[in-house]
C-alpha cells in the first residue's frame, strides 16, 4: 500500500529512449503505468507524450532531435567565441582613445611652449625698445 | 562539452552555474534534457514536423535571451510555459484558438512537489477520500494507482476510450487532492 502516497507525488526526469519506446509502443505494461503516472502528474509530459505520437514516422523523431541538439550546441558555443571576439575590438578603443589623449597632451604642451616663448621674444623686444 | 557528463547535476544546479557565470553552455546542456519534451509540445500543437521543429528551435533561442532577463525558478514549468505560449502565439498568427488549460494546475505541479508528500496522515486520508470519488473516476484511480494497470489495461477491462480513461484519472486525482486538502485543513 506504500504506492498509495505516489498518488499526490511527482517526480522527474524520464528518459528520452522510454519517451520514444512508450511511442512505439514498445514498453511492458509496467513500464506504459510508469510513463502515463508522469503523463497525469505532468502537463508537459502530456502534451510531449501526445505530440511524439502524432510524429508518423517515429525514426524521424531521433533526427529531428540530433539535429536540433546539434544547433543548440553550436548556439550555445558560438556566443562564448562572439564574446571572445567582442572583446578585442573594444581593448582596440581603449588604446585609442589613450593615444588621443595623449598626443593631444604633446599637441597643448607644445603649443603653450611655443606661445610662451613667443611672449617672451615680444617681451625682450618691448624691453629693447 | 558533452552532456552526458552532467547527468549527475541538476537542472537547479545548473541555472545556479549560468546565473554564476553567465556561460551559455550551462543552458546548452540544460535545454538538451528537454528537445524531446519540446519537440513532442510543438507538434501536439501545431501539427506539423518541420513547424515542431523549428519551433522548438525558436524556444531555445527565446529561452537563452529570457533567462539572462530574470531569474527563473521552477524550470521545467517555466519552460512549459515558454513553449505553450510559443505555440499558442504561432496558431493565433494562424487564426486558431486553442481553450487555455487551468494555469493554477500548472504552477501546482511543482510546488506542491514536497507539501503533501511526507505528511503520515495524507495516507490515511487518501483512503479515505477515494471512496467520495464518482464511480469512474474512483474505478480508474484505484486500477491505476493501486493496481498499477496502463492506460490501454484499463480501457480493456473497463470499456472506456483511452482518453477517457485519460481524462477520469486526471480529474479524479485532481479531486481526491482537493478533497485532502480540504481535509488536512479541517485537522
Known amino acids: 500500500m506504500s504506492d498509495i502516497t505516489n498518488i499526490l507525488n511527482n517526480d522527474d526526469q524520464l528518459s528520452e529512449e522510454l519517451l520514444l519506446k512508450y511511442a512505439s509502443g514498445n514498453l511492458t505494461a509496467e513500464e506504459q503505468h510508469a510513463i502515463e503516472s508522469k503523463m497525469i502528474d505532468s502537463p508537459f509530459v502530456n502534451d510531449a507524450v501526445e505530440g511524439i505520437d502524432a510524429f508518423k514516422n517515429k525514426k524521424q523523431v531521433q533526427q529531428y532531435m540530433d539535429e536540433l541538439k546539434r544547433q543548440l550546441q553550436k548556439q550555445t558555443e558560438k556566443k562564448k567565441k562572439n564574446k571572445a571576439k567582442r572583446k578585442l575590438p573594444s581593448m582596440d578603443w581603449i588604446i585609442t582613445a589613450v593615444v588621443i589623449v595623449v598626443l593631444l597632451c604633446v599637441l597643448g604642451y607644445t603649443v603653450l611652449r611655443m606661445y610662451n616663448s613667443k611672449k617672451e621674444e615680444t617681451n625682450i623686444e618691448k624691453t629693447k625698445n | ?187
Open chain 2, 1 to 187: 562539452m558533452k552532456p552526458d557528463r552532467f547527468d549527475h547535476i541538476t537542472d537547479t544546479e545548473l541555472l545556479d552555474k549560468f546565473y554564476a557565470d553567465g556561460r551559455n553552455e550551462w543552458l546548452g546542456i540544460l535545454l538538451q534534457r528537454y528537445t524531446l519534451l519540446l519537440l513532442g509540445t510543438c507538434m501536439k500543437y501545431l501539427k506539423n514536423e518541420e513547424e515542431a521543429k523549428d519551433g522548438v528551435q525558436q524556444i531555445f533561442l527565446k529561452v537563452i535571451t529570457e533567462l539572462q532577463k530574470y531569474k527563473v525558478v521552477y524550470f521545467k514549468s517555466w519552460l512549459y510555459m515558454i513553449a505553450r505560449n510559443h505555440c499558442l502565439m504561432q496558431l493565433r498568427d494562424k487564426n486558431i484558438f486553442v481553450a487555455a488549460e487551468d494555469e493554477k494546475h500548472l504552477q501546482a505541479e511543482e510546488i506542491n512537489k514536497d507539501g503533501i508528500r511526507d505528511k503520515e496522515k495524507t495516507l490515511s486520508l487518501i483512503e479515505s477520500s477515494i471512496v467520495e470519488l464518482n464511480e469512474e473516476q474512483r474505478t480508474c484511480v484505484i486500477l491505476f494507482y493501486l493496481q498499477k494497470k496502463s492506460y490501454n489495461e484499463i480501457a480493456a477491462s473497463t470499456g472506456y476510450s483511452v482518453m477517457q480513461v485519460k481524462s477520469h484519472i486526471q480529474n479524479g486525482k485532481r479531486n481526491l487532492k482537493i478533497l485532502v486538502e480540504k481535509k488536512l485543513k479541517h485537522n
